[in-house]
Structures are given as C-alpha cells and as structure tokens.
C-alpha cells in the first residue's frame, strides 16, 4: 500500500434519536445560522419543525434558504452566498441529502471568496477560509456528511464537477435512521446505488498489499445490498435504514482508500449525463458502472474476477456484469440509457468530452480513459438488454 496520512475532523452522532441533540450542537455555528434545505421534503416529515424548535432552545437565529437542487446548481450557491453575507450569519445548518450538503459547503468555503465560487470549483487552493458547517442527513448516499467532498453543476456550461478541501469538512453530522424512513422508494434505490458505486470505485486500484483494504470494500458491498434487497420490501425497515445509513458515511468517508488511490472514472462519466439531462445521479450511475465493466474488464480482469467471485459466486466476467445488473433492477435501479429517456447518440461525443474536459484528456486511474473510450462506453450503456 502507499504511505498515508488520515484525518477526519467531523464529529459523527448517529443512532436513533439523535436528530434530539441538535440544540447541543447548533451553537456551536454560530448565534445567527443560514438553515439551508431543498424542495420541502423536511416541512412534510415534521423535520423542519423540529429544527425551529432546537433553535429555540439553543437561543440560535435561522436563516432560511430553501429551495437546493437535486443536482445543486452554482447559480443557487451564489443566490445563498448573497442572502448569507447580507444577513451577516456565522455559521450553516444544511439538512438534507448530498445535494443538500454539497451547496452548502460550497457556500462555506466561498462566503470571504471575493471572486465566483465557481472559480473555487475549479481550483479549490483559491479556499482560506470557511464557515462553520453543520449537517443533519435525511437520506442515505453520497457520503458528503463526513468528507471534504462536494459536487456542484454549472448549467450555463453542461459542467458538472466534484471538488474538496479540508475547510469544507462538516463540524458535526447528525445521522437519525428514522429520519430517512421518508425517503421514498426510487430515491432510496439510488442512494443504494451511489454507495455501491463508492466503494467500486476505491475497490478498483493498482496498490499493493491491500487486503485489509479489499476485505472492508467487498464486505461493505455484500453489506449495502443485503439491507437494499430488504428496505425495497419494506420502506420502514429501521435495522435496513440504519444499516445503509452508516454504509453510506463508511463508504466515502476516506476509510476505504487508506493507503491506495481508486478509480473515479465511473463517477466522472455520469457527472457529463446529469449535468446535461439533469437526470438523479444514483440512475446515472446503474446505467454507466456496468458498461464500464465490460469496456475495461477484459484489459485488467483480476480484480473483477475477485469481486465477481465474492459478491456472486462466479469469476466469469460476463455473468458477474450481468448478476450486478440483475441486482440492481431488482432493487427498481436502470441498467440501459434509454430507460432514462437518453437515445439521441448523436451527443455521445459531446458528452465524452465534458467527462474527461477536467482532468485535460483523460477521465479514470485503474483504467485512463479517454473521450473516445467514454464514447464507447456510452454506446455500451445503450445497448438492448437480453
């Protein structure tokens, strides 16, 4: 494995009822706090209340700003850096999924910016400084809730992009597996997907001596599965819900790549689909993981015969494709681009070159690829399914 250095500065609460806490924590932001959320989903699940009532008693100042993205835009991070520095908050509360929590630690890092914080997206060394940032996590996915990690859309330029720096690490995260019972079938599909997709995409590296590693990744894998198979039965499944709440944060909270560096190339490719037709990026991710596979298992196919025959009893490559396809549909996820409404081939090469436009001409670390590999994949993931 290669030399390391870890750290993790967010204080992670998590069990049952911790969403309680959240007047112990909430001064710590600050005395007027920007309460940042999406579309409403929290104001039908009784969370938004509850929220009001914690800043009650911990004597704290909200500022509301509703109304983040699924996929968040930078033209709404800009809205709220405005309304933040215009109410002269000390801090954010940002409750809600990824998308929640990617915008609101681009407003963090960005609110002493003097420039665009779309510039800090594309060179976040431009970050000195940042506001406090708190988190409470209605749904779990990305993993955003103990990372410095973030990914915002510019839908003026199609570009999608992921960026992270230290200062954009929560100060705490608060993670109540009874808050995310509401989410609703599809999104928790998705989010099942998303963490799968993080752990492939740290189990497929070049590093040596990584069993450690490699036994976390593919037992995690086993792991969000199980649980996936059960919450689809039953949304209401607290053990199912907590167990995909913390495989979640495991999956991409740096555990996972001590020591090795995976491959993001997956992530990079369906960055290109969801920037362009806004689509949720858990379904980008079912449709692009299995044609990437077959575009690059054939070049470097040990590992995924490793895998294969861990999580499906098989080291064909084939039939370990297709038994993680089969997986995934059962769950309710796509597996083909024209499930999700994209045919017109014709953008493929457009596509191709936004996933590789940020690292210069080539997108992937375990498999370099480049936009005409993308454009072939592309074409892989629109193929009929047998």
């Known amino acids: 494995m290669e030399r390391f250095v870890y750290r993790n500065p967010t204080e992670l609460v998590f069990g049952r009822g911790s969403v309680?806490?959240?007047?112990?924590?909430?001064p710590r932001l600050g005395r007027k706090v920007l309460f940042v959320y999406g579309k409403g989903s929290i104001r039908k699940i009784g969370l938004y209340d509850r929220v009001l009532v914690a800043a009650r008693t911990a004597g704290?100042?909200?500022?509301?700003?509703?109304?983040?993205?699924?996929?968040?835009?930078?033209?709404?991070?800009?809205?709220?850096?405005?309304?933040?520095?215009?109410?002269?908050v000390e801090g954010i509360l940002a409750v809600g999924g990824g998308s929640v929590i990617d915008a609101a630690k681009l407003i963090a890092v960005s609110h002493s910016y003097p420039g665009d914080p779309w510039e800090i997206v594309r060179e976040p060394l431009r970050v000195t400084s940042a506001l406090p940032l708190g988190v409470v996590l209605t749904h779990a996915a990305t993993g955003s809730e103990m990372n410095a990690?973030?990914?915002?859309?510019?839908?003026?330029?199609?570009?999608?992009?992921?960026?992270?720096?230290?200062?954009?690490?929560?100060?705490?995260s608060i993670l109540d597996p009874h808050i995310t019972r509401s989410a609703p079938r599809d999104q928790t599909?998705?989010?099942?997907?998303?963490?799968?997709?993080?752990?492939?995409?740290?189990?497929?590296?070049?590093?040596?001596?990584?069993?450690i590693q490699d036994a976390w990744?593919?037992?995690?894998?086993?792991?969000?599965?199980?649980?996936?198979?059960?919450?689809?039965?039953?949304?209401?499944?607290?053990?199912?819900r907590e167990t995909l709440l913390l495989a979640g944060t495991l999956a991409l909270n740096g555990t996972l790549s001590l020591g090795l560096r995976?491959?993001?190339?997956?992530?990079?490719?369906?960055?290109?689909?969801?920037?362009?037709?806004?689509?949720?990026?858990?379904?980008g991710l079912s449709v692009v993981y299995p044609a990437w596979m077959r575009y690059v298992a054939p070049r470097k196919p040990e590992r995924f015969r490793r895998l294969f025959l861990e999580l499906f009893g098989t080291e064909?490559?084939?039939?370990g494709i297709r038994a993680l396809e089969k997986a995934w549909r059962e769950l309710g996820a796509p597996v083909r681009l024209w499930q999700l409404g994209i045919a017109d081939e014709a953008r493929f090469p457009y596509l191709a070159q936004k996933a590789?436009?940020?690292?210069?001409?080539?997108?992937?670390?375990?498999a370099v690829l480049t936009a005409e590999d993308v454009e072939a994949i592309y074409r892989l993931a629109a193929m009929p399914l047998e």
């Open 20 to 26: 309680d806490l959240l007047s112990e924590y909430l």
């Open 60 to 88: 704290v100042e909200l500022v509301e700003f509703p109304g983040i993205e699924p996929n968040p835009r930078v033209s709404t991070v800009r809205r709220a850096r405005e309304e933040a520095r215009r109410a002269g």
């Open 149 to 172: 990690n973030s990914v915002i859309t510019n839908e003026e330029t199609d570009e999608k992009l992921g960026w992270a720096h230290p200062l954009a690490y929560p100060l705490f």
């Open 189 to 211: 599909v998705y989010g099942v997907v998303d963490m799968m997709a993080h752990v492939l995409e740290q189990y497929f590296h070049d590093a040596r001596n990584t069993p």
């Open 217 to 240: 990744q593919v037992s995690l894998l086993k792991e969000i599965l199980a649980a996936g198979r059960k919450v689809v039965e039953n949304l209401d499944d607290l053990d199912a």
């Open 262 to 283: 995976g491959d993001w190339g997956v992530h990079a490719i369906e960055h290109a689909l969801s920037a362009v037709y806004d689509i949720p990026h858990g379904a």
């Open 316 to 319: 064909d490559l084939e039939a």
């Open 356 to 366: 590789v436009a940020k690292e210069g001409a080539t997108t992937g670390r375990f």
